[in-house]
């Protein structure tokens, strides 16, 4: 019996030096704040103080996206700016430019949400005063000159207040949808 279990030793030896490590790794690993709150993930480049022009098929600028930084995410394609700003030139319409406290944006870029902050300034025209539009969200798709929230919504322009909650803009058809919780203010001009 006791031939057997020198026979053995090696074998028992082995396994509890097995255990042993286990044990060590287990209780030496120190996860990271950002594991626990499953922020683990690890951007594969950075930019700060950038803009990025996207022009038309005759070299026009469609619009400009320019942030204080930029965080690009390989495992999703994502990107997350701050402070972005985003400013729309379509020819023949007037400017419009947002901004907001955060962003992020979907890997080909068709998708932009922004929060915290959000203020959408459009230029006067010859046939509106200067609009201002300010949010806590919002969604915009660029390439179909949409923007639209479900949170409430404040847009002033001239002599105008209007209350709401949820919006959809069209900068193709000029139409604005006030999906509901509508309420105007108007005062006269003096």
Do not use: C
């Not at 922004?114 to 459009?122: A, C, F, M, P, S």
Request: glycine share 4%; aromatic share 4%; proline share 5%.
């Amino acid at each position: 019996m006791i031939r057997r279990l020198f026979s053995r030793l090696p074998l028992i030896l082995l396994a509890l030096l097995a255990i042993l490590a286990f044990w060590l790794n287990q209780s030496v690993r120190v996860s990271s704040p950002a594991q626990e709150n499953g922020l683990g993930r690890t951007p594969d480049y950075m930019m700060e103080n950038f803009s990025a022009v996207r022009m038309d098929h005759d070299g026009m600028t469609r619009h400009v996206l320019s942030a204080k930084k930029m965080l690009h995410y390989p495992d999703d394609d994502t990107t997350d700016l701050k402070q972005p700003r985003f400013i729309n030139t379509a020819p023949g319409k007037p400017a419009m430019q947002v901004d907001a406290d955060e962003a992020k944006m979907s890997g080909n870029g068709e998708d932009i949400y922004l929060t915290g902050n959000v203020k959408v300034q459009r230029s006067a025209d010859k046939s509106r005063r200067e609009t201002i539009m300010t949010t806590s969200f919002l969604h915009l798709i660029p390439d179909d000159g949409i923007a639209k929230t479900d949170k409430p919504v404040v847009i002033t322009e001239a002599n105008s207040v209007i209350n709401a909650v949820g919006m959809e803009v069209s900068d193709r058809t000029q139409v604005t949808r006030l999906l509901s919780q509508v309420r105007v203010v108007h005062k006269k001009a003096r």
